[in-house]
């Protein structure tokens, strides 16, 4: 069970977080230098990959721009 004692959503999310921490992981794009004009090319760039074709729902590009902002902002 990961070491988690419950089954909340936030107790997961707050596992993940203490793990990326020991890893060194930034937490978010914008830790890594991405700005908010950064998200329309890379969700274009995201569009275009093949691996998209694999996900089981085909997203729109406004999805993945919100991913990315989610992602962005650590959200």
Known sequence: TMGLS????????????EFRETLGIDMTL?????????????????????CIVTNPVRPEKT???????RALHGA
């Open 6 to 17: 419950g089954s909340g959503l936030e107790e997961l999310k707050a596992h993940i977080r």
């Open 30 to 50: 914008g830790d890594l230098g991405v700005d908010e004009e950064d998200i329309p090319s890379l969700a274009e760039t995201s569009m275009r990959d093949p």
């Open 63 to 69: 999805d993945v721009e919100e991913i990315f902002r």
